[in-house]
Protein backbone atom coordinates (compact mmCIF):
# COMPACT_ATOMS: atom_id res chain seq x y z
CA UNK A 1 0.00 0.00 0.00
CA UNK A 2 2.76 2.14 0.99
CA UNK A 3 2.54 5.72 1.13
CA UNK A 4 -0.74 6.28 -1.60
CA UNK A 5 -2.90 3.93 1.29
CA UNK A 6 -2.67 7.24 3.84
CA UNK A 7 -2.59 9.79 1.31
CA UNK A 8 -4.27 12.98 2.45
CA UNK A 9 -6.57 15.23 0.67
CA UNK A 10 -4.58 18.72 -0.17
CA UNK A 11 -6.28 21.98 0.01
CA UNK A 12 -6.24 22.64 -3.32
CA UNK A 13 -8.47 19.66 -3.98
CA UNK A 14 -10.88 20.90 -2.21
CA UNK A 15 -13.93 22.15 -4.43
CA UNK A 16 -17.26 24.00 -3.73
CA UNK A 17 -19.79 22.23 -6.02
CA UNK A 18 -18.88 19.13 -5.08
CA UNK A 19 -22.28 17.81 -4.96
CA UNK A 20 -22.56 18.41 -8.77
CA UNK A 21 -19.54 16.36 -9.28
CA UNK A 22 -21.09 13.40 -7.39
CA UNK A 23 -24.31 13.55 -8.76
CA UNK A 24 -22.63 13.58 -12.28
CA UNK A 25 -20.21 10.64 -11.43
CA UNK A 26 -23.38 8.37 -10.12
CA UNK A 27 -25.11 9.46 -13.19
CA UNK A 28 -22.42 8.63 -15.56
CA UNK A 29 -21.93 5.16 -13.85
CA UNK A 30 -25.53 4.63 -14.29
CA UNK A 31 -25.45 5.80 -17.88
CA UNK A 32 -22.62 3.32 -18.52
CA UNK A 33 -24.25 0.20 -17.69
CA UNK A 34 -27.13 1.24 -19.46
CA UNK A 35 -24.96 1.49 -22.68
CA UNK A 36 -23.71 -1.80 -21.72
CA UNK A 37 -26.84 -3.67 -21.47
CA UNK A 38 -28.21 -1.86 -24.57
CA UNK A 39 -25.02 -2.67 -26.57
CA UNK A 40 -25.75 -5.06 -29.52
CA UNK A 41 -24.42 -7.74 -29.99
CA UNK A 42 -22.78 -9.40 -27.21
CA UNK A 43 -22.34 -13.01 -27.13
CA UNK A 44 -23.94 -14.90 -24.18
CA UNK A 45 -25.02 -11.35 -22.67
CA UNK A 46 -28.56 -9.44 -22.31
CA UNK A 47 -28.53 -7.09 -25.50
CA UNK A 48 -31.07 -5.60 -27.50
CA UNK A 49 -31.72 -9.42 -29.53
CA UNK A 50 -32.07 -11.43 -26.45
CA UNK A 51 -31.19 -12.96 -23.03
CA UNK A 52 -28.19 -14.46 -24.01
CA UNK A 53 -27.52 -17.28 -21.74
CA UNK A 54 -29.53 -15.73 -18.86
CA UNK A 55 -32.96 -17.29 -18.86
CA UNK A 56 -33.69 -15.26 -15.75
CA UNK A 57 -32.55 -11.97 -17.14
CA UNK A 58 -33.88 -8.99 -20.06
CA UNK A 59 -33.10 -6.13 -21.64
CA UNK A 60 -36.00 -4.29 -19.53
CA UNK A 61 -35.04 -6.10 -16.17
CA UNK A 62 -31.07 -4.94 -16.78
CA UNK A 63 -31.99 -1.11 -17.07
CA UNK A 64 -34.12 -1.27 -14.65
CA UNK A 65 -31.60 -2.83 -11.90
CA UNK A 66 -29.22 0.33 -13.13
CA UNK A 67 -31.47 2.77 -12.63
CA UNK A 68 -31.82 1.29 -8.91
CA UNK A 69 -27.87 1.76 -8.31
CA UNK A 70 -27.64 5.40 -8.84
CA UNK A 71 -27.91 6.66 -5.38
CA UNK A 72 -25.73 3.91 -4.36
CA UNK A 73 -23.13 5.21 -6.78
CA UNK A 74 -23.85 9.12 -5.97
CA UNK A 75 -23.11 7.95 -2.19
CA UNK A 76 -19.91 6.35 -3.31
CA UNK A 77 -18.61 9.68 -5.02
CA UNK A 78 -19.63 11.15 -2.28
CA UNK A 79 -17.94 9.57 0.44
CA UNK A 80 -14.67 9.79 -1.62
CA UNK A 81 -14.81 13.50 -1.54
CA UNK A 82 -15.49 13.34 1.73
CA UNK A 83 -12.49 11.65 3.00
CA UNK A 84 -9.62 13.12 4.05
CA UNK A 85 -7.75 10.14 3.72
CA UNK A 86 -7.54 7.30 1.93
CA UNK A 87 -7.41 4.83 4.21
CA UNK A 88 -9.31 1.82 6.19
CA UNK A 89 -12.48 3.74 7.29
CA UNK A 90 -12.93 5.03 3.20
CA UNK A 91 -12.65 1.10 2.35
CA UNK A 92 -15.28 0.40 4.64
CA UNK A 93 -17.67 3.59 4.10
CA UNK A 94 -17.36 2.46 0.60
CA UNK A 95 -18.19 -1.33 1.53
CA UNK A 96 -21.20 -0.78 3.53
CA UNK A 97 -22.52 1.63 0.61
CA UNK A 98 -21.82 -0.81 -1.84
CA UNK A 99 -23.51 -3.79 0.14
CA UNK A 100 -26.66 -1.28 0.63
CA UNK A 101 -26.38 -0.69 -3.32
CA UNK A 102 -26.32 -4.48 -3.75
CA UNK A 103 -29.68 -4.80 -1.77
CA UNK A 104 -31.20 -1.97 -3.40
CA UNK A 105 -30.45 -4.06 -6.76
CA UNK A 106 -31.61 -7.24 -5.26
CA UNK A 107 -35.06 -5.69 -4.28
CA UNK A 108 -35.06 -4.07 -7.94
CA UNK A 109 -34.73 -7.53 -9.98
CA UNK A 110 -36.25 -9.33 -7.40
CA UNK A 111 -33.71 -11.33 -6.18
CA UNK A 112 -31.38 -11.55 -9.77
CA UNK A 113 -27.79 -10.62 -9.69
CA UNK A 114 -27.71 -8.20 -12.63
CA UNK A 115 -25.05 -6.12 -11.30
CA UNK A 116 -23.12 -7.49 -8.45
CA UNK A 117 -19.97 -7.17 -10.04
CA UNK A 118 -20.54 -3.90 -11.57
CA UNK A 119 -21.48 -2.42 -8.18
CA UNK A 120 -17.93 -3.82 -7.09
CA UNK A 121 -15.94 -2.19 -10.19
CA UNK A 122 -18.11 1.16 -10.42
CA UNK A 123 -18.08 1.93 -6.34
CA UNK A 124 -14.68 1.78 -6.25
CA UNK A 125 -13.75 3.81 -9.37
CA UNK A 126 -16.84 5.89 -8.36
CA UNK A 127 -15.61 6.77 -4.61
CA UNK A 128 -11.91 7.23 -6.20
CA UNK A 129 -13.13 9.90 -8.67
CA UNK A 130 -14.97 11.65 -5.93
CA UNK A 131 -11.63 11.52 -3.87
CA UNK A 132 -10.00 13.27 -7.02
CA UNK A 133 -12.33 16.16 -7.74
CA UNK A 134 -12.15 17.78 -10.95
CA UNK A 135 -8.53 15.94 -11.87
CA UNK A 136 -9.68 12.43 -13.00
CA UNK A 137 -7.98 11.13 -15.80
CA UNK A 138 -8.43 7.30 -16.42
CA UNK A 139 -5.31 6.05 -15.04
CA UNK A 140 -5.08 8.42 -11.65
CA UNK A 141 -8.70 7.18 -11.08
CA UNK A 142 -7.58 3.57 -11.63
CA UNK A 143 -4.41 3.97 -9.21
CA UNK A 144 -6.52 5.51 -6.71
CA UNK A 145 -9.51 2.46 -7.01
CA UNK A 146 -6.52 0.06 -6.54
CA UNK A 147 -5.01 1.42 -3.52
CA UNK A 148 -8.49 1.50 -1.50
CA UNK A 149 -9.47 -1.83 -2.69
CA UNK A 150 -6.31 -3.20 -0.98
CA UNK A 151 -7.12 -1.60 2.31
CA UNK A 152 -8.88 -3.87 4.93
CA UNK A 153 -13.15 -3.93 4.83
CA UNK A 154 -13.43 -5.53 8.95
CA UNK A 155 -16.96 -5.47 8.10
CA UNK A 156 -16.75 -7.74 4.45
CA UNK A 157 -18.12 -11.27 4.85
CA UNK A 158 -15.62 -13.90 4.79
CA UNK A 159 -17.43 -15.86 2.55
CA UNK A 160 -20.71 -15.01 0.16
CA UNK A 161 -20.84 -17.99 -1.75
CA UNK A 162 -21.67 -16.18 -4.67
CA UNK A 163 -20.12 -18.06 -8.23
CA UNK A 164 -17.84 -15.40 -8.94
CA UNK A 165 -16.03 -16.12 -5.57
CA UNK A 166 -16.71 -19.97 -5.90
CA UNK A 167 -14.70 -19.57 -9.22
CA UNK A 168 -12.12 -17.58 -8.42
CA UNK A 169 -11.37 -19.93 -5.67
CA UNK A 170 -11.79 -23.16 -7.51
CA UNK A 171 -10.12 -22.09 -10.87
CA UNK A 172 -7.28 -19.81 -9.03
CA UNK A 173 -8.11 -16.80 -10.41
CA UNK A 174 -7.88 -13.34 -9.40
CA UNK A 175 -11.72 -12.45 -10.28
CA UNK A 176 -13.29 -9.06 -9.46
CA UNK A 177 -11.27 -8.53 -6.45
CA UNK A 178 -7.83 -9.22 -8.66
CA UNK A 179 -8.45 -6.43 -11.03
CA UNK A 180 -9.37 -3.81 -8.67
CA UNK A 181 -6.60 -4.81 -6.39
CA UNK A 182 -3.78 -4.39 -9.49
CA UNK A 183 -5.91 -1.44 -10.76
CA UNK A 184 -8.30 -2.36 -13.28
CA UNK A 185 -5.47 -3.37 -15.81
CA UNK A 186 -7.50 -5.19 -18.08
CA UNK A 187 -9.47 -1.58 -18.64
CA UNK A 188 -6.32 0.45 -18.51
CA UNK A 189 -4.37 -2.22 -20.33
CA UNK A 190 -7.03 -4.07 -22.70
CA UNK A 191 -10.40 -2.00 -23.12
CA UNK A 192 -9.34 1.59 -23.52
CA UNK A 193 -6.52 1.21 -26.00
CA UNK A 194 -8.91 -1.41 -27.78
CA UNK A 195 -11.60 1.05 -27.81
CA UNK A 196 -9.62 4.28 -28.90
CA UNK A 197 -7.82 2.46 -31.32
CA UNK A 198 -11.20 0.75 -33.11
CA UNK A 199 -12.60 4.51 -33.07
CA UNK A 200 -9.27 5.78 -34.43
CA UNK A 201 -9.87 3.46 -37.64
CA UNK A 202 -12.94 4.82 -37.93
CA UNK A 203 -15.27 1.89 -36.55
CA UNK A 204 -18.90 3.37 -35.51
CA UNK A 205 -19.19 4.29 -31.95
CA UNK A 206 -21.20 0.93 -31.18
CA UNK A 207 -18.50 -1.16 -33.08
CA UNK A 208 -16.10 -0.01 -31.36
CA UNK A 209 -17.52 -0.82 -28.18
CA UNK A 210 -18.05 -4.39 -29.00
CA UNK A 211 -14.35 -4.81 -29.99
CA UNK A 212 -13.28 -3.45 -26.62
CA UNK A 213 -15.60 -5.84 -25.03
CA UNK A 214 -14.02 -8.73 -27.51
CA UNK A 215 -10.53 -7.51 -26.56
CA UNK A 216 -11.37 -8.26 -22.94
CA UNK A 217 -13.01 -11.35 -23.33
CA UNK A 218 -9.67 -12.61 -25.14
CA UNK A 219 -7.41 -11.91 -22.28
CA UNK A 220 -9.76 -11.95 -18.75
CA UNK A 221 -10.26 -14.95 -16.85
CA UNK A 222 -13.34 -14.63 -16.63
CA UNK A 223 -14.80 -16.33 -13.24
CA UNK A 224 -18.47 -16.01 -15.06
CA UNK A 225 -17.45 -18.22 -18.17
CA UNK A 226 -14.92 -20.38 -15.53
CA UNK A 227 -18.12 -21.04 -13.39
CA UNK A 228 -20.52 -22.13 -16.66
CA UNK A 229 -18.01 -23.66 -18.92
CA UNK A 230 -14.75 -24.70 -17.04
CA UNK A 231 -11.14 -24.30 -18.53
CA UNK A 232 -11.80 -25.82 -22.02
CA UNK A 233 -14.99 -23.37 -22.21
CA UNK A 234 -12.87 -20.30 -20.75
CA UNK A 235 -9.61 -21.52 -23.03
CA UNK A 236 -12.79 -22.07 -25.95
CA UNK A 237 -14.15 -18.12 -25.83
CA UNK A 238 -11.14 -16.53 -25.42
CA UNK A 239 -9.30 -17.87 -28.78
CA UNK A 240 -12.84 -16.75 -30.52
CA UNK A 241 -12.95 -13.54 -29.33
CA UNK A 242 -9.59 -12.98 -30.08
CA UNK A 243 -10.13 -15.08 -33.91
CA UNK A 244 -12.94 -12.36 -34.37
CA UNK A 245 -10.07 -9.26 -33.76
CA UNK A 246 -7.33 -11.28 -35.59
CA UNK A 247 -10.06 -10.26 -38.79
CA UNK A 248 -10.60 -6.90 -38.05
CA UNK A 249 -13.39 -6.62 -35.38
CA UNK A 250 -17.03 -6.61 -35.87
CA UNK A 251 -16.30 -3.97 -38.90
CA UNK A 252 -15.70 -6.37 -41.03
CA UNK A 253 -17.38 -9.12 -42.55
CA UNK A 254 -14.85 -11.50 -41.82
CA UNK A 255 -14.91 -10.70 -38.31
CA UNK A 256 -18.87 -10.64 -38.17
CA UNK A 257 -18.57 -14.41 -39.18
CA UNK A 258 -16.10 -15.02 -36.17
CA UNK A 259 -18.49 -13.67 -33.77
CA UNK A 260 -21.10 -16.03 -35.36
CA UNK A 261 -19.02 -18.99 -34.91
CA UNK A 262 -18.02 -17.82 -31.64
CA UNK A 263 -21.56 -17.01 -30.55
CA UNK A 264 -22.58 -20.67 -31.40
CA UNK A 265 -19.80 -22.13 -29.30
CA UNK A 266 -21.16 -19.80 -26.34
CA UNK A 267 -24.44 -20.84 -26.89
CA UNK A 268 -23.87 -24.46 -26.58
CA UNK A 269 -22.18 -23.80 -23.60
CA UNK A 270 -23.94 -21.71 -21.81
CA UNK A 271 -20.90 -19.66 -21.54
CA UNK A 272 -21.53 -15.61 -20.44
CA UNK A 273 -18.66 -13.40 -20.18
CA UNK A 274 -20.40 -11.33 -17.06
CA UNK A 275 -16.81 -10.20 -15.69
CA UNK A 276 -16.13 -8.80 -18.96
CA UNK A 277 -19.08 -7.00 -19.32
CA UNK A 278 -18.46 -5.35 -15.80
CA UNK A 279 -14.89 -4.04 -17.41
CA UNK A 280 -16.31 -2.68 -20.47
CA UNK A 281 -19.16 -0.75 -18.09
CA UNK A 282 -15.85 0.45 -16.03
CA UNK A 283 -14.32 1.11 -19.62
CA UNK A 284 -16.98 3.04 -20.92
CA UNK A 285 -16.95 4.49 -17.11
CA UNK A 286 -13.53 5.83 -17.27
CA UNK A 287 -13.47 6.86 -20.78
CA UNK A 288 -15.98 9.57 -20.52
CA UNK A 289 -14.74 10.83 -17.08
CA UNK A 290 -11.59 11.40 -18.45
CA UNK A 291 -12.20 12.52 -21.83
CA UNK A 292 -12.96 16.03 -20.31
CA UNK A 293 -9.10 16.23 -18.96
CA UNK A 294 -6.94 17.15 -21.96
CA UNK A 295 -3.81 15.64 -22.09
CA UNK A 296 -4.51 12.77 -19.71
CA UNK A 297 -5.71 9.26 -20.34
Known amino acids: MGALATLAR?????????????????????AVLIDEATLTPKPGLVDGRGNGAHPDMSLRLMIDSAHSLRDGFVAMARAGQAATRIDASLRERLGALGR?????MLQASGGINTHRGAIWALGLLAGAAGWLGKS???????????????LPDRHRPAHTGNKGELARHAFGVGGARGQAEACFPHVIGVGLPALRA????????????????LAIMAQLDDTC???RAGRDGL????AGAEAVLDAGGIGTLAGRRRLHELET??????????????????????????????GES
Open 235 to 238: ADVQ
Open 100 to 104: ETEAA
Open 265 to 294: SMRLRQASPGGAADLLAATLFLDRLSAAQP
Open 136 to 150: RGANAIAQIAGVIAR
Open 198 to 213: SRARGDAEPTARVNAL
Open 10 to 30: SDARTHSNGEAIAETIGELAV
Open 225 to 227: VLA
